[in-house]
């Protein structure tokens, strides 16, 4: 894949949706639920989610497109991989970075600062919390359905706002929030919000389509 391919995009101001940059995670298909694994296990990946407005998504989607169709492809553009219209009318888009790199050694865990550019040191950071991120995009081919596409990798995350929240969860259940004082947080996905993303020599790549 030709260097022309890749494009760093920074976006601004966004709420953060599942973040997982402390450590990889793979997908249980049997219990349905992300787990913290090896950087080395089949699957596994650093990941993250950003909420966008409709307004601020169109025109993102648009330059997306408009990098895929500059670039030499095997298929015509068909969507954003990982992203997926929201309830509230905003669009969720995600980025991930594998665990291991295309020759098989260990990718460095993704640079996450604060708002004073200062590196964080924890990075169990709750979704709902906000900043900037910085990803590069690419094209790709979903090899199951042959659908080409932009993916994103996270390149820099900058919390401006942390939300983070208290230690013993392990012994609740998992419950969807149905609104109320708390919906704000976002709960742990009962199915994996980053499913999208096909697999190429760079990035392990179903969700919704966006009706742009």
Known sequence: MAKTDFRDF???????????????????????????CNPRAQGAAYSIGWEMSKDDARKLHAELKAHYESCVTKAPFSKVFGSKQLE???VMFSAKRNGVNSQGEENPKPTVIDGMKQPMTDLNFWGGSEGNIKVSAFPSLDPKTNEGGISLLITTVQVTKAVFGGGGLDDFDEVAPTGGAHAEFDAKPASDPFADIPRSASNDLDMDDIPF
């Open 88 to 90: 509230n009318g905003n």
């Open 10 to 36: 920074m976006l601004r101001n966004v709420v953060f949706s599942y973040p997982r940059l402390g450590a990889t995670y793979k997908f249980n298909t049997v219990e349905r639920r992300s787990e913290e």
